[in-house]
């Protein structure tokens, strides 16, 4: 364990009984909450927003250089088109505030789909290259410590950033309270908690799976939400919950094999075409699974969608 381990409660109920899941090598401990159900890290690394601190920002650039020249697409590209769509069902406003926006391509992809857009990025490489790389306006820091004043906007977006929140139900809250509009919207996509716990039992118990795929990996996240979770922090917030659902999966790059680079741009479809398909097959078990029994142990991520209730 480090010494930057500390013992945390629950961050939905704030109990501090849990049935450990699972311990990483640093010390990390993965446990569930015994109250709420709640997959999170009662010890944990005290800096979750430091997650990206040491990437070197040359290197970075490097790496993505091709994604900035337009001559490739990023892994994501397919993705954030999927957020923007569900986004654009829920909300006819504008204005978009992005938390934890990391490089920032998918705020500029909201940019470039119409929106007026801002972010809040902690990494100060990240926020650096959003800034510079992609002209974003991006503000430094953690939601807790940036300056937003009394700004409202239409549409408050977090993708793969909810699950380092340590004060999550307390951000949602304040959001609630003073920074959506009338009729404004709370996007959040997180990697799905069951589907970490069932691939956390399989290496267990059967001794599959391993390595840099490990279950709950990075060891810095908070929380591993569910569409149960999320519903209920939604619901303890104050929002009012439009939807909850599970998310086709991210074509994760395959270049890594290849090159010993990870390049974040999509793969050939030769190359890619049977991590796509038993991606595909997996989600849509995952799919008819949470039909007949609300859980869903196979799908990669979850979204839920909400919005201010009106007052
Ligand atoms: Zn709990």
Request: charged share 35%; net charge negative; hydrophobic share 20%.
């Given at each position: 364990m480090t010494d930057q381990t500390q013992k945390f409660a629950c961050p939905l109920c704030g109990s501090g009984s849990y049935e450990k899941i699972k311990v990483f090598d640093n010390g990390v401990i993965v446990g569930k909450c015994t109250e709420c159900n709640l997959f999170y890290t009662p010890l944990r690394d005290s800096k979750p927003e430091a997650l990206f601190n040491e990437n070197n920002y040359e290197i970075m650039r490097f790496l993505y250089l091709p994604v900035l020249n337009n001559q490739v697409r990023h892994f994501r590209y397919k993705i954030f088109r999927k957020y923007l769509s569900i986004i654009k069902k829920y909300s006819n406003g504008k204005s978009l505030l992005d938390v934890g926006c990391a490089h920032g391509f998918f705020t500029k992809m909201a940019q470039d789909n119409g929106f007026v857009v801002s972010g809040i990025e902690p990494s100060l490489n990240m926020h650096r290259f959003a800034v510079t790389e992609l002209g974003l306006d991006v503000k430094f820091g953690i939601f807790d410590n940036v300056?937003?004043?009394s700004a409202k906007f239409d549409v408050i977006t977090f993708t793969d950033s909810f699950?380092?929140?340590?004060?999550a139900l307390p951000t949602l809250v304040k959001i609630e309270k003073d920074h959506l509009s009338d009729s404004g919207i709370v996007f959040i996509k997180v990697p799905n908690g069951n589907y970490f716990n069932f691939r956390h039992s399989l290496k267990a118990k059967l001794k599959i799976g391993s390595g840099d795929a490990e279950a709950f990996s990075p060891s810095k996240r908070v929380a591993h939400y569910t569409a149960e979770t999320l519903k209920k922090i939604i619901e303890k917030s104050g929002l009012e919950l439009l939807t909850v659902k599970h998310i086709a999966p991210i074509d994760s790059p395959v270049w890594t094999k290849y090159t010993g680079l990870w390049l974040e741009f999509e793969s050939p479809f030769c190359l890619a075409w049977k991590q796509k398909l038993v991606r595909r097959i997996v989600h849509f078990v995952g799919q008819f699974e949470y039909f007949f029994t609300?859980?869903?142990?196979?799908?990669?991520s979850v979204y839920v969608v909400a919005k201010r209730k009106a007052k």
């Open positions: 300056d937003l004043n699950e380092y929140f340590p004060e609300r859980k869903n142990h196979f799908s990669q």
